[in-house]
C-alpha cells in the first residue's frame, strides 16, 4: 500500500520540481525562442493548477498586497517585458509578466500584487525555496481559478529597498 501511495506522490513531486525549474528559468529569461518555448510548454503542460497552490507561501503579517496599476501609475515600478504563447495544465493559455522596481526604497518581497476594475484579480506569491534569487513569481490566482489561464508574474531585484 505504501508503494502505492509513493507512486501517487512521485508525480506530484516532480510536477513541483518541474514548476520551479521553469520559475528559475523564466526569472533570467526575457526573450524567448520557439524551441526554449516548446521545452517551457512541455514542462508547463502537466502542471496543475493544485500544484500552484502547493507552492503558495504561507504568509505572515509583513506581507501586503498593491495595486499594481498605481504602482505603475507612480513610477513605482514597470513592466518591462511580456511573454505570450506558452500553454499549461493540457493546454490552458499561459503568459510570463516581468516587473522591475524603479522607487529605490521599495521593497518588493513580501507585496502581492492586485488589479482592480472590471477584470479584476489578485496574485499569490509562491516559495521558491531560495531557488529564485533576490526575485519573486507571483501567480494570478484569480484568473486561474475561474478562466484556468496561468499569468506568472516575476519581481526582479525584489529586494531593492532593502
Known sequence: MSATIGDKLNPVNQRLADLRAVATLLISKTEMTDKEREGFNKLLSRVRPDDLKRMMVVKDNNYQRRSLKALIDNNDVREIK???????????????????????????????????????????????DGAFGDSTVQVCTSHMDSEGRLELVIVTNANNGM
Do not use: K
Open 82 to 128: 511580456r511573454i505570450t504563447g506558452l500553454t499549461w495544465n493540457g493546454g490552458h493559455p499561459a503568459q510570463v509578466r516581468y516587473i522591475e522596481p524603479l522607487n529605490p526604497n521599495l521593497n518588493l518581497s513580501q507585496v502581492e500584487f492586485f488589479s482592480d476594475g472590471e477584470n479584476g484579480c489578485w496574485s499569490e506569491m509562491l516559495e521558491g
